[in-house]
């Protein structure tokens, strides 16, 4: 449970057993010089851990007002979101308004395995969580379908006017920074808290066989044993 920095990247540690809580209170010791910082860094991902643990199950999401804003893929898993809790570019992180919550799945009892934040516009890197660790990824364009808030390339990392008018789509001209936080217990990332894909969420199949813009197809019920 404890946090440490392995390859520039900062990770959960699997092999404590102690109690998150009482694991990351503790000073980490990547740069002594900067004990106040990891520290600050601790709380922010126990405050994450905590808004991320809110909402279970993907029927609790979706019954706190959350809607499907992107499929179930592998390394990201399902989003459901809400579009008022992107924030502003310049703005202090709101750790307590994750965009999405992700699951491991589009079914009702699919389990939470992280959060995703969200700032709009700006060109630079938003300031994010304490430290330099945290790795926000920048998108180009929106495409969202007709009459709707839904993308119509939720898997794109950039979207063209054109792109976006081979579907009949409304185009937006924005930059959207996003960050993955992977901070429920058991689904820590083997790249690390802050990493853009988490290798161990697969599809139900148990396969990373996927397209780009549906994702997963949905598992199939076969029916109960005989």
């Known amino acids: 449970a404890e946090i440490a920095l392995r390859d520039s990247r900062l990770h959960w540690m699997r092999d404590e057993q102690d109690a998150a809580e009482r694991a990351l209170r503790r000073a980490l ?12 860094l601790a709380e922010q991902l126990l405050t994450v851990r905590e808004v991320a643990l809110r909402y ?20 990201t898993g399902s989003h459901v979101g809400k579009p008022a809790d992107a924030q ?3 703005t202090p992180l709101d750790l307590q308004r994750p965009q999405s919550y992700l699951y491991d799945g589009t079914e009702p009892d699919s389990r939470v395995v992280g959060v995703m ?9 938003p300031d994010g969580f304490v430290g330099p660790l945290d790795l926000w990824s920048m998108t180009r364009g929106q495409c969202l379908e007709q009459g709707s808030m839904d993308p119509a390339f939720p898997a794109a990392e950039s979207v063209t006017e054109e792109m976006c008018d ?18 429920v217990p058991g689904w820590e990332a083997p790249g690390g808290v802050f990493a853009p894909l988490n290798d161990d969420i697969v599809c139900a199949d148990g396969t990373t066989d996927a397209v780009p813009v549906e994702g997963c197809d949905p598992p199939t019920y076969t029916g109960a044993p005989e």
Request: aromatic share 12%; with cysteine.
């Open 88 to 90: 502003p570019s310049g």
């Open 29 to 40: 010791r990547w740069c002594p010089d900067h004990a106040g910082v990891h520290r600050t």
């Open 117 to 125: 934040y969200v700032q709009i516009g700006g060109e630079e890197r």
């Open 166 to 183: 081979s579907v009949d789509g409304q185009f937006v001209d924005v930059i959207a920074w996003t960050q993955h936080a992977w901070v």
């Open 56 to 75: 279970p199950t993907y029927a609790d999401a979706l019954a706190a007002g959350y809607v499907p804003t992107a499929p179930d893929a592998p390394g």
